[in-house]
């Protein structure tokens, strides 16, 4: 990556939300915010090359969208109010921030808002704000990018046909949005964890930790709340793993062949305590949420000394408790791995394969599809289910380890 790759990609990292989250506040309208910095990237992909990198990229950035913002304004000529407005220097005092004083998390709240259904509201957040394409996030909802698109267009129709404000929250605000905040940042983690494109490495450090970042400013907003220190355990207790997830030469390695001294003993330690804390609410009789029980099967996972000594019975209670609260067919499947080392594989086999009309386009389905006929002696099925889980998988390092499985079947 070259000097000037290197910074335009630092820039939209740093750069972005605090643009938007500016043009946004100026000119009342996300989707004027969001193109007009989206141009100005794309400017600086022109220019800077030639022309060199800016001394203070933030400001090229925001004076840039500012000038594409007020240009689309002039082109449609029928906003002679905002017009006015946008010719504002930027001088003036600053509006104030409400509750959030971070402008990525400020403005994923404010995005999350309660008037859209849940589905549009995290999917328009992850677009504009948290940085993912539209594929991506079509494939974080397990559906195609055009109709996800559709989806997304349908969201921000709604913003300008029922005139839903682009307003600061308060804090009496965050409670009835923060479920939307955190299925936001939990998709961002994901897809950072494990990276869904084929053009990015097999994990985004740079999308985990900036999940993992936001997660702990919510956990100081709303200290009681158990779903916050939930999704931030089960986020530290993944992160703790990275440096074992992927191998010298980029393959994903998977839980029973990790080198568990390379796990970040800190940030378990940290996982372990919030799970603690749940655990002693739950005993108080508060119910624990879907990312509170995520973050104690991990916490089962981290503390295992090795994967023989894992505590399975104790990892498919807790699905069990898991799919009671949240029955989706990616919960079933997981649910199932447990199974297998419990029940077997075939007993395990039979309740993936009916998930296979839900999941039939999950690359997941067919990999652990694969593993459980490969350990049922079944190799000519379980190569044939490697296949697909390899054509279906976008991630570089999980395509090299499923083809190095495959390629293993005698």
Known sequence: MSDVEEAITRAHHDEWARVVAALARRFGDLDIAEEAVAEAFATAVERWPADGVPPNPGAWLTTTANRKAIDRIRRENKRDDKHREAQMTYDDPPEPVGAIDDDRLRLIFTCCHPALAMEARVALTLRMVGGLTVPEIARAFLVQGTTMERRITRAKAKIKAARIPYRMPSADDLPARVSGV????????????????????????????????????????????????????????????????????????????????????????????????????????????????????????????????????????????????????????????AVAELDGPEVALAIVDGLAEVLAGYHAYHATRADLLRRLGHSRQSRAAYDRAIELAGNTGETAYLTRRRDQLR
């Open 182 to 337: 955190l299925a936001v940042l939990f998709l961002v983690f994901n897809e950072g964890y494990l990276a869904s494109g084929p053009d990015t490495d097999p994990v985004r450090h740079d999308l985990t930790a900036e999940a993992i970042r936001l997660t702990r400013l919510i956990r100081a907003l709303l200290p009681q709340d158990g779903e916050v220190a939930g999704l931030l355990a089960l986020m530290l207790l993944i992160e703790a793993r990275r440096a074992a997830r992927v191998s010298a030469g980029g393959e994903l390695v998977a839980l029973d062949e990790q080198d568990r001294e390379a796990w970040d003993a800190e940030l378990i330690a940290e996982g372990h305590r919030l799970v603690r804390e749940r655990l002693a609410a739950a005993a108080a009789g508060v119910a624990p949420g879907r990312y509170q029980i995520l973050a104690a099967i991990n916490a089962v996972h981290t503390s295992a000394r090795d994967i023989g000594d894992t505590d399975w019975p104790q990892v498919l209670g807790l699905y069990d408790q898991l799919v009671r609260l949240d029955p989706s067919p990616i919960i079933a499947l997981n649910r199932a791995i």
